[in-house]
């Protein structure tokens, strides 16, 4: 299981690698809320979220067999790009596996970055079978986007740094899909506080996590499209670790709606000028939307700015 001295190890391989980004105070939000707000602007990272942290973490304590076969895993979002990113870094040979229909840019972005892209089938599943096959048949290690305990320790670093820069918390809220990023994050935070409560924020369409826990076990959760498209997906019914540790480590979990993303992205641009994605709004839109009676002064991560610019400006020009 994970302890807290992994993410204090996992920071020492991470940190020469990545960004220390920022934590700001929020004057809007602290208005909004009535309580002092920061945010860490996780958004800042490179590759443009924190998932290299996990990646990087995950590729450096692999034995040198592993390392010679290399990494597989199946993404077309952050944690393919975070992995491609690591891989290059640390000189290991990375296959990410994708569908045929996935985007031209998603797979030119991930080229970039010198990872081999297997376009397979025209479903993720079929996608899945062949980074199964290059991790069983050619030795290649899958590395799970959450599941993984370097992964989770890596992301935890993020925690250490939030503790730094801001020791004096009562809340975190923190975005949350398979519970990798959350569950390394809260186990930090709390290691060094043991006031602190930490909520996780997911979407309300498709939230696999929130909807696992209340029922006790990991459970199949339909997949929906949302802005938050870096939230979506399962949590694996084989699920080996942040079910438990989200069961341990997580106070309680809050769902914000299509509307209140938006909101958020509209708020992160116009009045802290950050560009986010979606998934990186969820903790300003529970916030903003009041969904939970916070007191005394609190930290939401924004952590990732991955998102269409189109798309992105298409929002920021409306009101609603
Ligand atoms: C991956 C990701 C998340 C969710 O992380 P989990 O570890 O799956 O909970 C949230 N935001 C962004 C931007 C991501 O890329």
Request: hydrophobic residues 40%.
């Amino acid at each position: 299981m994970l302890l807290f001295e992994d993410i204090v190890r996992a920071e020492k391989i991470v940190s020469k690698h990545i960004v220390t980004t920022p934590v700001v105070h929020s004057k809007a939000l602290s208005e909004a809320v009535g309580e002092q707000i920061y945010l860490k602007l996780e958004n800042q990272q490179i590759t443009g979220s924190f998932k290299i942290r996990g990646a990087i973490n995950a590729i450096s304590n692999l034995n040198p067999a592993q390392k010679k076969a290399g990494v597989v895993t199946l993404s077309t979002g952050n944690h393919g790009r975070g992995l491609a990113f690591a891989a290059k870094l640390m000189k290991i040979k990375c296959i990410i596996c994708m569908s045929k229909l996935v985007p031209e840019n998603k797979i030119e972005g991930i080229r970039a970055l010198g990872a081999e892209v297997r376009l397979i089938g025209t479903n993720q599943d079929e996608a899945q079978l062949e980074a199964d096959r290059l991790s069983i048949e050619e030795g290649m290690t899958y590395i799970s986007p959450f599941d993984n305990i370097n992964v989770i320790a890596g992301q935890g670093t993020l925690g250490l740094e939030i503790h730094r820069q801001t020791p004096k918390l009562n809340f975190a809220f923190i975005p949350l899909s398979g519970g990798g990023l959350i569950c390394g994050v809260a186990m930090a935070l709390k290691h060094l506080n043991r006031n602190l409560k930490v909520i996780g924020v997911s979407m309300d369409r498709g939230a696999a996590m929130y909807e696992s826990q209340k029922a006790g076990k990991p459970i199949f959760v339909k997949e929906e499209e949302s802005l938050a498209d870096a939230l979506t997906g399962g949590i694996g019914l084989d699920n080996k670790y942040t079910f438990e540790l989200t069961k341990q480590l997580v106070d309680e979990i809050i769902l914000v709606s299509e509307k209140e993303i938006a909101d958020g992205i509209r708020h992160a641009y116009w009045l802290e000028s950050q560009i986010v994605e979606g998934a990186g709004a969820v903790a300003i839109a529970s916030l903003l939307s009041n969904k939970f009676k916070l007191t005394g002064p609190s930290i939401a991560l924004m952590c990732g700015r991955n998102i269409n610019i189109e798309r992105h400006f298409t929002l920021i020009s409306s009101k609603s």
